[in-house]
């Protein structure tokens, strides 16, 4: 089956430091998403972006699907970004997210 | 619009038990899928339900099992629990499950099996 990777798996920055998440993906897709998981447990969305590049704020996504990778941006980090981030992708048209393991991301004030 | 709604949130079991899981999607989306979260193994998908109709099924044995109502609320089952099974449980909503949507998680139910 399809394998997602994510890297670096493990991230601390400085407040105010801008960083970049990785997602590489062995086959085709036909969707991907970007999550933050809350220390709660919760996966917050933050990017649906099969191709192309998106922004929202302080954060922004590309997926290069034809290179099966996409890139999670975040600029200006804060502490509440801390957390781990997840990329998923959908082979085929099944519905069901393959997740990476996740990037955990701390930020130090 | 509400969100993904999970209950119960936490529940704590013992070995053998059984327990039931229930999700209720966002209005209007007819796609419920289930993921089960832990640190060894990460986030895998369990099943999907579309219309009442068990549509995609992960790798989980069968004492895994699921439902879904007319209203596409969903339940999870799972029988003779086992130390194993303590996990994080999401469940997930979009409007066809196709890939073409969006998903969006609940809350989550964390389980723990004593």
């Known amino acids: 089956g399809i394998q997602v990777e994510q890297s670096p798996p493990d991230l601390i920055l400085q407040e105010g430091a801008n960083s970049t998440l990785r997602c590489n993906f062995s086959?085709?897709?036909?969707?991907l998403q970007w999550f933050h998981q809350n220390p709660w447990g919760q996966l917050i969305n933050l990017f649906y972006?099969?191709?192309g590049t998106k922004q929202n704020g302080r954060l922004s996504a590309t997926t290069v699907a034809t290179e099966r990778y996409s890139l999670l941006y975040i600029s200006s980090s804060q502490t509440t970004d801390s957390g781990v981030y997840f990329c998923?992708?959908?082979?085929?048209?099944?519905?069901?997210?393959?997740f990476g393991q996740g990037t955990t991301l701390q930020v130090k004030p | 619009k509400a969100g993904v709604t999970q209950t119960p949130r936490y529940l704590i079991k013992t070995r053998g038990q059984q327990v039931t899981l229930s999700c209720s999607p966002i209005?209007?989306?007819?796609?419920v899928s289930w993921y089960q979260q832990t640190p060894g193994q990460g986030l895998q998908f369990l099943f999907e339900?579309?219309?009442?109709?068990?549509?995609n099924k992960g790798n989980f044995p069968g004492r895994f099992s699921g439902r879904q109502f007319s209203n596409s609320r969903s339940e999870m089952n799972v029988s003779t629990l086992e130390l194993g099974d303590s996990a994080l449980y999401l469940c997930?909503?979009?409007?066809?499950?196709?890939?073409?949507?969006?998903?969006?998680f609940g809350p989550g139910t964390r389980l723990t099996v004593l």
């Open positions: 997930a909503s979009s409007l066809t499950g196709t890939g073409e949507n969006e998903q969006f």
């Open positions: 998923a992708v959908v082979p085929g048209n099944t519905g069901k997210l393959i």
């Open positions: 972006i099969p191709s």
């Open positions: 086959d085709s897709v036909n969707n």
């Open positions: 339900y579309f219309s009442e109709t068990q549509r």
């Open positions: 209005s209007g989306h007819r796609s």
